[in-house]
């Protein structure tokens, strides 16, 4: 199960933040200080496992990250989950956001954090993988935002987006 | 009012903030006027409202006001409302809160609900963070979802499923019928998410595994499809067909193959077929990889496929890929304890990795590289290991110089191999060894007799190089406090043998003493070093010196045993021999034991004087009889105690040495006589008051068996008063080789006869005996 998914940047500033286990607000923001922390002072040439830290379950829990030039994406999960699998998963879910956003960059992900959780929750459902096929996700999620596109058309809402 | 500013405004103006206090400030103006928006109840801005709350919310400010607007926007029915109100409800709520079971109704409408897009938020919602009340009440109709055609939402439903299953475990057995035909379906997103309902639902319940072991064929014919059937564009990620199906139909085969032989039969081929033919030039080709080894090693293969999944194991972990050796090692260190001789061929390769720099692969290394040691090649991986051990980070030196201990202690050819491999320890990595080590050490030094001078040679040498690191410095100041005679007459056989005298070892035991880097405990090491070779050396008058110096130290600890070892000087000289003599070999007890030893070894000679069992040294009767005046005079309180403890032992045997010794002419007598123990009492008479006798048990065993467990306690009539001291142990010995000896000490005022009930209690051959028997043969010198 993985238990929580973080985007961050190289300064520790959380892009997304998706937690599929209940933990307090704050507890939410330690443990981003805290995967920060440990992800940042690995080397460029080091595996991309790591132990979870303290607050996200100690030994049980595996953080599996890749760095992509700004942002790092880590996968906190536990070991019912295939590591190596899951770094196929982290590549194939910023492919994704690539072909959505257009060669996307740190500012897609800032402005548009309400799409990427979309485009999220098409991937992964409870902490579990719902879909990898990388198409049949950017259909999925190109119907539900024409289906929004269309009710601001006939409801004559007074914003355009948000 | 205004509009309320949109979400990308919002954020632009919130990166706009060059302080903390700044950004605080924005997101707190932006809070009110949201909250005002709430307040008036707006519809039209609600959305906008609540995604802003939700970024905030990301960034770490307190979102929970925004709650009930969630709900708001969920039972609205514009399908962007429902969006966000579901991703906030995802992202604010969960079970703690009441307010989440509001949600309950408008998932349930949703549920039902003609888009297709409109079920799977409900569904997408319900799956992440719905509670067991929620689960309970929807679970129908998730079930009816799970059995459409519809494959966008018959794939969320089955997650929905693992979800509703997890929460309330009892509903598990209403999602059976519906997964009759989820395998047959084709869409592959329907196929990986049933495969994962399947894995949840037979690692919950043996019944369902059992149930679902008759799908192990259809499972392997799915994943035959994938391998044969060549390049399709929509599944392909790096050249290989749907990877994460394969891996998660893998992980069920292992599940469903795990001590069944049938179903592990029937996947043999299978397995041998993706091990074979699966690209390892990618990520995608080694994750499959991995997983089927995993899986090989996990179901009753044939031994020909475990060879093969280790080979495919020590292939990987000569891939430069970091990810990939990592994921090898830990692979290995699970299957090294089954097959241990496969894993042994890529010993080689496992020692090269400790020279990895990456701090993840070197520790799995290191740990498998202990699991690996056995009494072959010990000497070689000994050598790597220490290699390692003084070139690693200090987190790691703690765990490997314990680990280099246990295996040295398991396997070591021979005394002086240990004995060098743990100098070496001490030496490169002292500061890091655990504070057991040093007990277990001392003990295992006391007992290779023949080591001694080598030993405390070598120490001696390493004391001189380098006194900063502790553990090293007690070891060393211990042994040559109590070899240190074999150290000044330079018998070394083992190695040449150094010319030191005795001023130069006292040299360096007093710098121990003066110097700034060493701990309050090694001070006290060294300082009942120096006392222990007093009985050794020659030059007691410089000892005399130093002991009484520290008499005025001001660490209380120091101090007192200055003061205890000056008397030893002035008024017991006459026992200083007897208390400083070498220690006996010490059993291995559990782990606590040699330190208790150590530290009542330390004790000993200082607490000799206010010990509780002074009558086991028996010494010409007067001077016995001032030990007891002392006592009797002290108001020490003896403590009444049933546990034998080692240096009583000692003083026993010295007891049994002189025991025949008839002290005070007051004849022995036998107590009790029967089933092969015998109890003697031998008498003395404290002089300076009359009316304490002191009455000595000796208890010997004639049988062929020891006699364990054994307690002596004796009862008087009420003019008597009783004490009873600590025996000397409580094992008797078979066919006589020894006995337990205690003292009871009987006061007598009214000088009447003494009379005495004795219980025995102690466990031959298994069984437990009690005796009990009055003793009325007292001969009267012994209280009148």
Known sequence: MIKAILIFNNHGKPRLSKFYEHYTEDTEQQIIRETFHLVSKRDENVCNFLEGGMLIGGSDNKLIYRHYATLYFVFCVDSSESELGILDLIQVFVETLDKCFENVCELDL????????????????????????????????????????????????????? | MPAPIRLRELIRTIRTARTQAEEREMIQKECAAIRSSFREEDNTYRCRNVAKLLYMHMLGYPAHFGQLECLKLIASQKFTDKRIGYLGAMLLLDERQDVHLLMTNCIKNDLNHSTQYVQGLALCTLGCMGSSEMC???????????????????????????????????????????????????????????????????????????????????????????????????????????????????RLLRI????????????????????????????????????????????????????????????????????????????????????????????????DCLK????????????????????????????????????????????????????????????????????????????YVRDDSVPNLIQLITNSVEMHAYTVQRLYKALLDDISQQPLVQVASWCIGEYGDLLVSGQ???????????????????????????????????????????????????????????GSSIDVELQQRAVEYNALFKKYDHMRPALLERMPIMEKTATNGPTEIVQTNGETES???????????????????DLLDLLGGNDVPVIQTALPTKPASAGGELLDLLGDLSLSGIPPMTAYNKNGLKIEFTFERSNPNPNISVITIHASNSTEADMT???????????????????????????????????????????????MRIKLTYTLKGAPVQDLAEVNNFPPQSWQ
């Open chain 1, 110 to 162: 800032i402005f548009h954090v309400d799409k990427v959780h979309n485009i999220l929750a098409e991937m992964v459902m409870g902490g579990m993988v719902l879909e990898t096929n990388m198409n049949e996700i950017i259909t999925q999620v190109d119907a539900q935002n024409k289906m929004e596109k269309s009710e601001t058309f006939i409801f004559q809402s007074p914003r355009q987006d948000r």
């Open chain 2, 136 to 250: 309970r009440d929807l679970a129908g109709e998730v079930e009816k979802l799970l059995k459409t055609s519809n494959s966008y939402l018959r794939k969320k439903a089955a997650l929905c499923a693992v979800h509703v299953i997890r929460k309330v475990p009892e509903l598990m057995e209403m999602f059976l019928p519906a997964t009759k035909n989820l395998l047959s379906e084709k869409n592959h997103g329907v196929l990986h998410t049933s495969v994962v309902l399947l894995t949840e639902m037979c690692e919950r319940s043996p019944d369902m595994l059992t149930h679902f072991r008759k799908l192990v064929p259809q499972l392997v014919r799915i994943l035959k499809n994938l391998i044969m059937s060549g390049y399709s564009p929509e599944h392909d990620v790096s050249g290989i067909s749907d990877p994460f199906l394969q891996v998660r139909i893998l």
């Open chain 2, 256 to 351: 469903l193959g795990k001590s069944d032989d049938d179903s592990s039969e029937a996947m043999n081929d299978i397995l041998a077929q993706v091990a074979t033919n699966t690209e390892t030039s990618k990520n995608v080709g080694n994750a499959i990889l991995y997983e089927t080894v995993l899986t090989i090693m996990d179901i009753k293969s044939e031994s020909g496929l475990r060879v093969l999944a280790i080979n495919i194991l020590g292939r990987f972990l000569l891939n430069n890929d970091k990810n990939i050796r990592y994921v090898a090692l830990t692979s290995l260190l699970k299957t090294v304890q089954t097959d241990h001789n496969a894993v042994q061929r890529h010993r080689s390769t496992i020692v």
């Open chain 2, 356 to 431: 990895d720099l990456d701090v993840s692969i070197k520790r799995r290394a290191m740990e498998l590289s202990f699991a690996l040691v056995n009494g072959n090649n010990i000497r070689g991986m000994m050598k790597e290991l220490l290699y390692f051990l003084d070139s690693c980070d200090p987190d790691f030196k703690a765990d490997c110089a314990s680990g280099v201990f246990l295996a040295a202690e398991k396997y070591a050819p021979s005394k002086r191999w240990h004995i060098d491999t743990i100098m070496r320890v001490l030496t490169t990595a002292g500061s």
């Open chain 2, 492 to 550: 070394c056989e083992e190695e040449e043998p150094i010319q030191v005298t005795e001023d130069e070892v006292l040299d360096v035991l007093e710098g121990l003493l003066v110097s700034n880097l060493s701990a309050p405990v090694t001070r006290g090491y060294s300082l009942t070093a120096i006392m222990k070779l007093s009985t050794r050396f020659s030059s007691v008058n410089r000892i005399k010196k130093v002991v009484s110096i520290y």
């Open chain 2, 607 to 625: 607490s000799a004087l206010d010990s509780k069992h002074p009558p086991s040294i028996t010494q010409p009767t007067n001077q016995a009889n």
């Open chain 2, 709 to 755: 467990d054994f307690v002596f306690q004796a009862a008087v009539p009420k003019t008597f008063q009783l004490q009873l001291l600590s025996p000397s142990s409580n094992i008797v010995p078979a066919l006589n080789q020894g006995s337990v000896t205690q003292v009871i000490r009987v006061l007598n005022p009214q000088k009447q006869q003494l009379r």
